[in-house]
């Protein structure tokens, strides 16, 4: 739900919106030479209508505003921003600028800075696409993050980070769901990965759980939640079996899944399951499950 | 413990990098220069930058090296005009990168205009950000390219603090000491100066600004030539803080200028091979090595 309102948040928020918004928390967790250094980088970069000027202070970012976790203000942050630390924070005002000073080479700018940053640059890039505005001519940036070897710069994409969900082609999404189940990414940090759900994912995961099965191998359970909204063909009835597994992660991830199905078979099984539960965590998402099913009927 | 102050690993191996650590290197700067084949696009700098900056740092990390680099577009490819000016429009956003200790190598080589204009204007980028300015001087006509040099290293004003004028010899050293330049040596296999010739300096204009390196490269060089100008250093009499003040203090006091020199990383002796760079390591499917 807060999720929700949050997203509608980002839509009503202007540009400078945002970057207000960015900065208010820079302001409260960086060094005040950083952050004198970045509004004066902003405000020259603004009179000179130049945007190599941003560009050249993009690797600077973090030694100036140092990496730490930005705590969060009470009030509402544009989505995917929460865990922002205080260089992507940074880097991304300094694209929010760029967007302000020459709407038209926004696309130029940003592939710039990915394509010359070191990781933590492109981290700051990626971290910021959701907050761009016209983000989707950036997609074949996206796209390459999403191909990368590069753990972190993987996970930048694929945990909390709103815009893969909001503009990957569904065969690109299903793939980048898929190598962040492979490479041990929660898929439940993809934002916005419920919305789009579909067959082919579905089948995908169902795949892999098969393949990891017969190779006597675990998988991750979180995974049911990329197959509950669209269950291929006897997965709901796997998903009852790990309702009783011993490893409680399973239980909970098959409880999940199963909330999203809109099976009515399950209710039994899962009201069964809430009965001799021991685990709070699990018994209360069986119920939370439960309440889903009697309410889609 | 040792610095190499001069030396392009790009183009050494992971052997180079274990007889350096086992001889004591324990810090590298890396400038950029010119690869021994023209470039022709600015793409490949890109990417020699990106490498100077990451791939070449993580694996000298692999081998115990704190490795820094200075970047420039060198005097050489400044003679190009297919990718002089992006090049130059480059090495601003660069010089702002961690561990970046300042520009070069800059300077003359075949002392042309389009060399000088390079030279100057990034002489200039160097005053202006106050870093560390790391200055080649031409092989050919050396004296004269050397005079030419100080010259500008004047008319642009750069605090000579901030300024090494590298590879000397007998001539061009008496030069460079009427100024508060630093005194770059690269000692080479049987060309140019050598151990011997560079011991011989060092008895007679005493240690003071004077910095050792092997510049080696992708030709006929040792990477280690600075510990082996540390040991004919002893060899004749100097002490082990004389040694020191060559081989260690005075590089890193010279670069330390740049503020942007973490001795916290030539302080820990931490190997860590379980990391990856961007995926990738130097293994091949060795057992990692943690100490
Ligand atoms: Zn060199």
Known sequence: MTTMRQAATLLAMSVTERQDALMKRLRAGCPESGVSWLEEVARTALSERSTKRLLDAFPATARRLGTGLLATTTTCEPEGTSNFTADVGGRAVLLLVAAVIDPENLKTVTEAAYDIGDTREKIAVVRSLGLLPDNTQLLPLALDAGRTNDANLFAALATDNPYACQRYPEPDLNKLVMKAAFVGIPIDRIIGLEQRCNQDLARMGMEYIDQQQSADRDFPPELWLAIGPHPPAGAVARMIGYLNHSVEAHRLGAARGLGMTADGRARAFLQERSAVEESPEVRAEVLRSLEALSATG | MLFDPHIHLASRTTDDY??????????????????????????????????????????????????????????????????????????????????????????????????????????????????????????????????????????????????????????????????????????????????????????????????????????????????????????????????????????????????????????????????????????????????
Request: with cysteine; charged share 30%.
């Open chain 2, 18 to 291: 274990e007889r350096m650590a086992k001889a004591g290197i324990r810090g590298v700067v890396e400038p950029a220069f010119w690869q021994g084949q023209p470039r022709t696009q600015v793409g490949t700098f890109i990417d020699y930058f990106n490498s100077l900056v990451g791939w070449e740092r993580f694996r000298a990390s692999q081998f115990g090296i704190a490795h820094f680099c200075t970047i420039a577009l060198n005097p050489k490819e400044a003679n190009d005009p297919r990718i002089s000016r992006d090049v130059l429009d480059l090495v601003p956003r660069y010089l702002e990168k961690d561990g970046v200790v300042g520009v070069g190598e800059i300077g003359y080589d075949d002392v042309t205009d389009a060399e000088e204009k390079a030279f100057a204007e990034q002489l200039e980028l160097a005053k202006k950000l106050a870093v560390p300015a790391l200055i080649h001087t031409p092989h050919r006509d050396k004296k004269k390219g050397t005079e030419r040099t100080l010259a500008l290293v004047k008319e642009v004003g750069i605090p000579e603090d901030l300024v090494i004028v590298d590879h000397n010899n007998e001539e061009t050293l008496p030069l460079v000491l009427e100024t508060a330049c630093w005194r770059g040596h690269s000692i080479y296999p049987d060309t140019k100066m050598t151990e011997e010739r560079m011991v011989g300096l060092l008895k007679r204009y005493g240690t003071e600004r004077m910095i050792v390196n092997s510049a080696a490269d992708w030709g006929k060089s040792d990477p280690l030539k600075v510990p082996k100008t540390a040991d004919a250093m002893r060899a004749a009499g100097f002490d082990e803080e004389q040694v020191q003040t060559v081989c260690w203090h005075n590089p890193i006091r010279f670069f330390e200028q740049s503020g942007r020199l973490d001795r916290t990383l030539l302080e820990s002796d931490k190997i860590d091979q379980t990391l990856l760079f961007e995926g990738n390591s130097v293994l091949r499917g060795q057992q990692p090595r943690r100490q």
